[in-house]
């Protein structure tokens, strides 16, 4: 039986050469509703915040998603598989690229039809402990034309789209990988995820 850990290994071993990779089923797909359902149902609530840029205020033009963070200690019951499935590959991930990968930290994201996320870098002025960037889509039955790709720019100028689609999961370096969110015809939700180095100075 292949277990997700082996699958695992074929993103550790792309991250290694290319530093992405696009893992394709990584929940199953009763497990990915109940985290659309449960992303959506915070939304209705309100209790979602305007996403900002860096520190700074909400900027909408730039950046139109509105998130909602994991507690990673103590996930809701739909969370729990994406969190258990981002241990695994954290524990790939060191055993194989020795990245020294800490921790990790998660938010939903709702895109609402035609926001976007203008092109960045999620690791801001290399002072940031970030170092993996994954993204988890929970869109059940998104086609090409309904837009709201992610732009991976590649280091020779080349891009990489991919669609947001229920159960795939975009990896990248967050320091090596400007990308941009495009605007889509349909509200876009997802799980931004971002695995961390320990911070300098603190203790193990
Ligand atoms: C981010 C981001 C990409 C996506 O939240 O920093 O780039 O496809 N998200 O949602
Ligand atoms: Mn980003």
Same mark, same amino acid.
């Given at each position: 039986?292949?277990t997700?850990?082996?699958? +695992? ?6 991250l ?7 893992f394709e089923g990584? #929940?199953?797909?009763?497990a990915t509703?109940d985290?659309?359902r449960e992303?959506a149902?915070m939304?209705a609530a309100?209790?979602?915040n305007p996403a900002? $840029?860096?520190?700074?205020q909400?900027a *909408?033009a730039l ?9 990673m200690?103590?996930p809701?019951a739909?969370?729990?598989p +994406?969190?258990d499935?981002i241990? $695994?590959l954290?524990?790939?991930?060191n ?7 800490a921790?990790?930290?998660a938010h939903y994201a709702?895109y *609402?039809?035609?926001?976007r996320?203008?092109r960045?870098?999620d690791?801001l002025?290399?002072?940031d402990a970030?170092v ?5 889509? #929970?869109n059940?039955?998104?086609?090409p ?12 100028g080349?891009s990489?789209d991919?669609l947001p689609?229920?159960?795939t999961l975009? #990896? +990248?370096?967050?320091d090596? +990988?400007?990308?941009?969110?495009l605007?889509g015809?349909?509200?876009r939700?997802?799980i931004?995820c ?6 300098p100075g603190? #203790?193990?």
């Amino acid at each position: 039986m292949t277990t997700l850990a082996d699958r +695992f290994q074929a993103a550790a071993d792309a991250l290694a050469a290319d530093g992405w990779y696009v893992f394709e089923g990584m #929940l199953p797909a009763a497990a990915t509703a109940d985290l659309a359902r449960e992303c959506a149902a915070m939304l209705a609530a309100q209790q979602m915040n305007p996403a900002r $840029i860096g520190v700074g205020q909400a900027a *909408p033009a730039l950046r139109g998603d509105h998130t909602r963070w994991f507690d990673m200690d103590a996930p809701s019951a739909a969370q729990r598989p +994406f969190v258990d499935a981002i241990e $695994i590959l954290r524990q790939s991930l060191n055993r194989s690229l020795m990245l020294g990968l800490a921790e990790s930290e998660a938010h939903y994201a709702v895109y *609402p039809p035609g926001a976007r996320y203008a092109r960045h870098l999620d690791q801001l002025r290399g002072r940031d402990a970030r170092v993996v960037s994954a993204v988890y889509y #929970l869109n059940a039955d998104w086609a090409p034309e309904d837009g709201g790709a992610l732009r991976l720019y590649l280091d020779d100028g080349r891009s990489h789209d991919v669609l947001p689609r229920a159960g795939t999961l975009a #990896l +990248f370096l967050s320091d090596r +990988f400007e990308h941009e969110v495009l605007p889509g015809a349909r509200e876009r939700m997802s799980i931004a995820c971002w695995m961390r180095r320990r911070e300098p100075g603190t #203790l193990p």
